[in-house]
């Protein structure tokens, strides 16, 4: 089974992208070698763009299975949340795999673009990790915790501290409350948020850039981490509780497969689809990410 090689060129794009943590580092693909070895006669070939972790690598898990399908795997790597839209958009990509819906819709508005999710993969829950403390049943009365400072993720966070008892929020206050006022900058300040209603512990939230709070930890009490900072950071012995991918969250921020709309009904990425949401491909994502990644509800 040959791996993908991608050559990465670095640009500059920042978007707080919810499912994928936060701030974008852009790059161009130069080539990639197939992710399967070369199917029978009349084999197709899907090119597909992704983030190198965890979609590419789910990606070339599940070439093996398709290679059964008689459809060869092409990955492209990016670390850019622009270049693999535009791709498929130009018609270099048959697919791409790195982003939510929301981010897509909002791509499609300001681009003129007209390309479609065709199915939710899987799911980067925001988890609770320990630092200096390690048992949620006892918070330490005055415990500093440590949250992503963007609105989406940041009001994700309380949301989690709220479904594990730790605070409790006005009534009212749901997801939709913090992605609203994403749209105004700066208008939330978590360091004085007046949203909570209860603190019994009397917690501090430390708002931190969400790439900068894995290192961060071991200054902490608990940090909630978003899973794709927390797969390279090496820290998943250190989960304590994620965000379900049933809840409202793992709903709405679920990875998609995206494609040129013309192309929704293609059998060949309909197969794509369906092998990666198959239960072979859920229990691998399950087993390799333990909490970090989840499979889509």
């Known amino acids: 089974m040959k791996k993908i090689i991608a050559s990465i060129l670095s640009l500059s794009l920042c978007f707080a992208l919810a499912a994928c943590g936060g701030n974008a580092q852009s790059n161009t693909s130069s080539g990639a070698e197939p992710a399967s070895e070369p199917a029978g006669e009349g084999a197709v070939t899907l090119k597909v763009g992704a983030s190198p ?11 093996e299975l398709l290679a059964e399908q008689n459809i060869n795997l092409e990955i492209v790597l990016f670390d850019d949340y622009v270049m693999p839209n535009t791709g498929v958009d130009e018609g270099s990509l048959d697919a ?5 819906q929301p981010y897509l819709t909002n791509f499609n508005a300001e681009h003129g673009t007209k390309i479609a999710s065709i199915g939710a993969i899987h799911y980067e829950p925001l988890g609770i990790y320990a630092g200096k403390s390690a048992d949620l049943a006892n918070v330490p009365d005055g415990a500093v915790i440590g949250i992503p400072d963007d609105a989406t993720n940041g009001g994700r966070a309380l949301l ?8 409790k929020l006005k009534d009212g206050i749901t997801l939709d409350t913090f992605r609203e006022a994403q749209t105004d900058a700066g208008a939330i300040n978590f360091n004085e948020y007046d949203g909570i209603a209860e603190n019994p512990h009397n917690i501090k939230i430390e708002a931190l850039a969400a790439a900068n709070l894995p290192a961060s930890l071991p200054d902490l009490d608990f940090a909630i981490i978003n899973g794709n900072y927390a797969i390279p950071a090496g820290i998943s012995d250190k989960l304590l509780v994620t965000e379900n991918a049933d809840s409202e969250a ?29 239960k072979e491909v859920a229990d691998w994502i399950t087993e390799k990410y333990q909490g970090s990644v989840l499979p889509a509800a």
């Open 160 to 167: 989690l501290l709220q479904d594990n008892g730790i605070i």
């Open 53 to 63: 972790a965890p979609h590419g690598e789910i990606l070339e898990h599940a070439a």
């Open 250 to 278: 793992g709903k709405v921020f679920a990875n998609v497969i995206a494609v040129r709309e013309e192309d929704k009904d293609r059998p060949e990425l309909k197969a794509l689809v369906e092998v990666l949401q198959s």
């Open 96 to 100: 791409n795999y790195f982003q939510h």
